[in-house]
């Protein structure tokens, strides 16, 4: 899966209107690489244009793609376990509609840079308040009451955002909520890209780390606390810690969806159910479907884009039927 990725971000680097080869990006990439370390190096086998667009333009792109869908494809794979629901999602809690609010709101009032930090932030605000009402008195967290939270919080952030469009948004502005409601790496920079991959790497290695928690949850909270878990302490930080990632990346590329619910599932079919097998390669093939989508987003219909999420509901819709189908003949 890492040897796919790798071809991939490889191939969808030389994709484009420009035609450059594989061959003279990996050049150019060492030139770079090369001129940085020591100073000297071999000449850059591209012209100025064609570097800009190879690492001004798609290389963010590619490297932000990437890092979100291993991002969601962990989230989902972390939150299916903790709620025992194999619908969860990493949007479970409400994080997506939550940030869609902050989000919406800076773009009506043509603050558009402000956008990853006001969908941040709307994220951070859903995770409270989901949390809030899935607190029980005793301050545990049932399954149940934390997808009911979610779901209650997830419908009033989009009533927001409706109400939002139908009252304020007109002409290139409704184009460009709509455009980012439904998730695009168009406009990726290199902060942007960081931003998922740092989010991706540092809090998706305390999720693979929580491996052998996870399998513990999978036969309930009584099974799990019986094998030395501390049941309350273990689901508060680790749905935190999804959510927090999650609110992370939809601030870089909008909401996204299917990733997280179906990569997830696909994966187990092939590695099985323990968790230090399906995370890692759940992220490494969230990643790869994640960069092809976006990579058929851009290209499909050239010189028009679609966003990126029409792409993956296309193809995780009957997928996903698929799987179905095949765990209910099983």
Not at 15 to 29: E, N
Not at 152 to 169: E, I, K, T, Y
């Amino acid at each position: 899966m890492a040897a796919l990725l790798v071809l991939t971000a490889g191939w969808a680097l030389t994709l484009g209107q420009a035609d450059i080869g594989v061959s003279d990006v990996w050049a150019s990439g060492w030139h770079h690489v090369c001129s940085t370390v020591s100073g000297g190096c071999s000449a850059n086998p591209l012209g100025r244009i064609d570097d800009a667009i190879i690492w001004s333009g798609r290389a963010p792109r590619v490297l932000a793609a990437a890092a979100v869908g291993a991002g969601l494809a962990l989230c989902g794979a972390v939150m299916q376990a903790l709620t025992r629901n194999p619908l969860a999602d990493p949007y479970l809690l409400g994080v997506s509609s939550g940030a869609s609010v902050g989000a919406v709101a800076v773009l009506v009032l043509g603050l558009g840079t402000a956008l990853p930090v006001a969908a941040f932030l709307g994220g951070l605000g859903a995770l409270v308040l989901t949390l809030a009402l899935a607190t029980g008195r005793s301050g545990s967290l049932s399954p149940v009451r934390t997808v009911l939270a979610g779901v209650a919080v997830a419908q009033g952030a989009s009533a927001v955002v409706s109400f939002v469009l139908f009252w304020s948004s007109t002409g290139d502005n409704y184009r460009e909520i709509l455009t980012w409601l439904m998730g695009s790496f168009g406009g990726s920079t290199w902060t942007e890209a960081f931003v998922a991959l740092g989010a991706s790497a540092v809090v998706g290695a305390g999720l693979l780390a929580s491996a052998r928690t996870l399998d513990a949850f999978t036969f309930g909270d009584v099974s799990a606390a019986s094998l030395g878990v501390s049941v309350t302490r273990a689901r508060w930080l680790l749905l935190a810690a999804a959510a927090l990632l999650t609110g992370l990346l939809v601030s870089v590329s909008g909401a996204i969806g299917f990733v997280g619910l179906v990569i997830p599932h696909a994966v187990r079919l092939v590695v099985g159910e323990r968790h230090f097998r399906l995370l890692p390669v759940a992220a490494l093939a969230g990643a790869t479907f994640m960069l092809l989508a976006d990579t058929g987003a851009r290209s499909l219909f050239e010189p028009r884009e679609l966003p990126v999420g029409i792409v993956t509901a296309a193809v995780g819709a009957p997928v996903f039927a698929v799987l179905l189908r095949r765990r209910a003949s099983a």
